[in-house]
């Protein structure tokens, strides 16, 4: 590997090459966690870029400050490095309500008060992340009708154009979607206050500077919302990674429940290396799954070898 000083490598748009790794602290980190992790971390360093660790804690009831320690001492065990660790989202509500009112200004938000009862029922799901498509019941509200909910809870609504919204994911191939038609007018603000994932984390990767995200294919249709995003906000969009999930046994999905698949559990029975090699091999990386150090990564690193779809993966064979 051709060692680049990480102030001097860039991304295939030009721009200084930094990704990121965003664990939600909700839990242990299991397998597909670390797969999507170990992904985005060999991609950058096989190319000399930095690193970020960004803890995504908007869900202040679901996340602890136990579970971001754990992750950090979980990624260090294994050997994948940082450059820099971004301020958590609970720090970072100045910088998404100044976004927020970069949005008002060009008059493209709007208080919703649907509840999602009310949406389930009245619209399909999306196909691909099984989402309902907002069907803008409360976008066309006349004064008088707002003024009668004034004082109840109401999210806020972000106005999307009717435009297919495309781009190439280094993994998944060309990828489009009409905002209008496969998602509506999506939430930028919770009804209790909170601040939505769409918006935080492009608020938050345009302040690192981020030029490449790899993550889940779970994540690929929140893509074009978040191109969208970057066009309102005056950024351009990251380098888009979307890698295939790994799966329990009989196709379901992994979750922070999967005790068996925990690094709780994975710390007791294997090294470092066994849990690397194991998922370089998943990746396409590696021909069989020999133990393999985080260092050596990078070297053997290629997007081109890493499987389009999902993987199932059973817990006998670790």
């Given amino acids: 590997m051709e060692n680049i000083h990480p102030d001097q490598a860039r991304s295939e748009s030009g721009r200084p090459l930094t990704g990121r790794f965003a664990p939600t602290p909700s839990g242990r980190m299991h397998l597909g966690n670390l797969f999507a992790a170990m992904l985005a971390w060999a991609s950058v360093r096989s190319r000399g870029g930095r690193m970020i660790l960004r803890i995504e804690d908007l869900d202040t009831e679901r996340c602890s400050k136990r579970w971001a320690d754990l992750l950090k001492q979980d990624l260090d065990w294994l050997g994948l490095d940082w450059d820099e660790e ?106 209790d206050g909170g601040w939505a994932y769409q918006l935080a984390v492009v608020v938050d990767d345009i302040a690192s500077g981020v030029s490449e995200v790899a993550r889940g294919r779970d994540l690929l249709s929140s893509a074009p919302r978040q191109i969208y995003l970057y066009r309102l906000l005056g950024s351009e969009p990251p380098a888009y990674f979307h890698a295939p999930l790994l799966l329990g046994p009989g196709g379901r999905r992994l979750s922070k429940r999967d005790l068996s698949l925990d690094m709780g559990t994975l710390r007791e029975n294997f090294s470092p290396e066994q849990i690397v090699g194991h998922l370089a091999h998943l990746a396409g990386l590696t021909e069989t799954p020999v133990p393999l150090p985080a260092r050596e990564l990078p070297a053997l690193f290629d997007w081109s070898r890493v499987p389009r779809q999902d993987i199932e993966v059973d817990p006998a064979e670790l």
């Avoid at 200004?105 to 999602?116: D, F």
């Avoid at 509200?141 to 009668?148: C, D, M, V």
């Fill in 86 to 191: 971004a301020p958590p989202q609970r720090e970072r509500g100045e910088a998404y309500a100044a976004a927020l009112e970069r949005l008002q200004e060009q008059g493209l938000i709007y208080p919703c008060w649907c509840t999602r009862g009310l949406l389930h029922a009245a619209s399909a799901p999306h196909a691909e992340d099984g989402h309902s498509v907002y069907p803008g019941f409360c976008r066309d509200l006349t004064a008088e009708e707002r003024a009668a909910r004034a004082g109840k809870p109401a999210s806020t609504r972000l106005i999307v154009p009717d435009e297919v919204i495309s781009f190439i994911d280094g993994v998944q191939g060309p990828y489009s979607e009409n905002l209008a038609r496969d998602c509506g007018d999506f939430v930028v603000r919770k009804a």
